[in-house]
């Protein structure tokens, strides 16, 4: 038995209560981790024992004893990632916060600055045989929630499963002028251009449908925040859709934009929920709207 003492942002500390080996007690101090987990944590040097660094699975511990967990050494290196802030982490999957301006993947132009490069560099830090795969994307000029894949057999699971594993996909959107109609749904056939611009018909033009749900949040005169909510998850679906709406993407130039009153595309990722690839649980994960979309609606 043990009894978790305190916690700290970097630490979790348990009081030992009755005799154990070390491994059959940190499995039962934290019962949400897998076995593979825990013994990677222990082979990493991640626990202590008292005062001193213990590796060996079968060490015996005695009551009294404090075992000291020190949470992801390789979260120390977290400092090094540029425009991402790690969320969520397992040995299957990793959601991430990713700022505007950073590529998803690389670009002809951009091999490294990316999240996926970062990523990559990040897992590699605890063996140089790990990997990541891209699972969805977000334009760069995007921010908010995305997720990774650390093996191809879960990327295939999650890509294959998309629709019925995915729960909620919530973006807000700021866009350009007063939306009048509080809530609605736009949907149409899109397709790309050779010149890799999407554009919506009414009429099967050979392309995906695509269906977007939105709602107004807040607007005055000059810009309305929309809660925008994804059916379908199709390249450019937002952007093209507030353009058909009338109302384009403040920043999106691309398709229709007169203003960029924030400096950037006015899209964020706010919310992902989905059911675990592996264990089926229902994880739910959220980005904080940025400030400058609240301040341009006041």
């Keep these: 038995m043990s009894k978790n003492k305190n916690r700290t942002s970097n630490t979790m500390n348990f009081e030992v209560e009755e005799a154990s080996e070390l ?19 222990l082979t990493r040097g991640q626990v202590s ?59 002809q132009k951009e091999k490294k600055q990316t999240a996926h490069h970062q990523l990559m560099e990040y897992v590699r830090l605890e063996n140089p045989l790990n990997r990541i795969f891209v699972v969805h994307r977000l334009d760069k000029d995007t921010s908010g929630v995305m997720m990774f894949a650390k093996s191809e057999k879960v990327k295939r699971t999650l890509q294959d499963n998309w629709k019925r594993i995915v729960k909620e996909r919530t973006y807000v959107a700021l866009v350009e002028g007063k939306v009048e109609k509080s809530e609605g749904t736009i949907a149409s056939w899109l397709k790309e251009t050779k010149t890799h611009l999407m554009y919506s018909s009414q009429e099967k033009n050979g392309g995906l449908r695509a269906v977007t749900h939105y709602k107004v949040l807040r607007s005055n005169k000059e810009y309305s925040l929309l809660k925008v909510q994804l059916e379908t998850g199709r390249k450019n679906q937002i952007r093209v859709h507030m353009k058909d709406l009338g109302h384009p993407v403040v920043g999106d130039k691309k398709y229709g934009a007169k203003t960029n009153p924030v400096g950037r595309l006015g899209l ?17 994960f959220k980005s904080d709207v940025p400030t400058t979309f609240i301040r341009k609606t006041k």
């Design 268 to 284: 964020h990722a706010k919310i992902l929920s989905f059911n675990h690839p592996t264990t089926n649980q229902l994880l739910l």
């Design 49 to 107: 024992i008292d005062d001193h660094i213990e590796t060996k699975h079968n060490y015996p511990l005695q009551p009294g004893n404090t075992v000291t967990i020190l949470k992801n050494k390789a979260a120390v290196k977290q400092e090094q990632l540029i425009g991402l802030t790690i969320l969520y982490e397992d040995e299957d999957i990793i959601v991430v916060d990713k700022a505007a301006g950073l590529l998803s993947i690389a670009s």
């Design 23 to 41: 491994l059959p007690f940190l499995l039962k101090s934290m019962p949400n981790r897998s076995r593979n987990s825990v013994k990677s944590i």
